[in-house]
């Protein structure tokens, strides 16, 4: 869901860890979600998707998994690199909209340790 | 193949100025989005268009901003009466179809606008 702060969460990983970034969506009419990178300076990048009837999709080196029960989405990053470094945001995209109204979460800042 | 292109990159305006933002989107595509981005913050949903059609500006103020896309050249999101809270990133982005379950929304760079 939304959230509005004066700061992004963070998480800092060494490089060739795995990462694991969530969020929390907030309404169950939601029933497509999209992980998004978005480096500094730059647009938001497509990195994978998932559709509320599936629990688990995975590309190459990522993975998401949705938990419905709860609301709750993550991004798994095999073996982090420093090229992962960017804010990773979760959307969520409502069947009752028109198309292309995607919410949007707050962002999560990966940092990637050498 | 060039992508979602938008222009200004960066746009500084004094209060009461206007401000306009162009974006094309990728060639093949006539669906295009317009999204704002506050600093540390998600993108939030503003408008959304089909050429010569606005299909959903729920997420436009009421005022002072506005936004087309013509039959021919870009989509143009129009603020009028600059504030400084306008102050923010301006993202285009554009899909092939309606974009209903689908995350293939493709982004542009976006257009930096800062009021004085």
């Known amino acids: 869901g939304e959230s509005v702060g004066l700061h992004l969460p963070t998480l800092s990983v060494q490089e060739g860890d795995n990462s694991i970034i969530n969020c929390a969506y907030s309404n169950s009419a939601s029933d497509y979600f999209i992980w998004y990178k978005q480096e500094s300076g730059k647009g938001p990048q497509f990195i994978i998707d998932i559709r509320s009837n599936m629990d688990k999709r995975q590309g190459q080196r990522v993975t998401v998994l949705l938990n419905k029960t709860v609301k709750h989405l993550s991004l798994q990053i095999a073996a982090t690199q420093p090229g992962d470094s960017a804010v990773y945001f979760c959307a969520e995209n409502r069947r009752d909209n028109q198309g292309g109204k995607l919410i949007f979460g707050q962002g999560t800042e990966l940092s990637v340790k050498p | 193949n060039a992508g979602v292109m938008q222009n200004p990159r960066h746009l500084v305006r004094r209060r009461g100025q206007e401000a306009r933002l162009r974006c094309s989107p990728m060639?093949?595509?006539?669906?295009v989005y317009w999204y704002r981005q506050l600093p540390e913050e998600g993108l939030k949903f503003m408008v959304y268009?089909?050429?010569?059609?606005?299909?959903?500006e729920s997420g436009m103020p009421k005022e002072r901003f506005s936004a087309e896309f013509p039959k021919e050249g870009p989509s143009i999101l129009r603020i009028q009466q600059v504030v400084r809270g306008d102050s923010a990133a301006y993202f285009c982005?554009?899909?092939?179809?309606?974009?209903?379950?689908?995350?293939?929304?493709?982004f542009g760079e976006g257009s930096r606008l800062t009021v004085l």
């Open positions: 268009l089909q050429k010569e059609n606005i299909i959903d």
């Open positions: 982005a554009s899909s092939k179809d309606r974009a209903t379950n689908t995350g293939e929304l493709f």
């Open positions: 060639k093949g595509h006539s669906h």
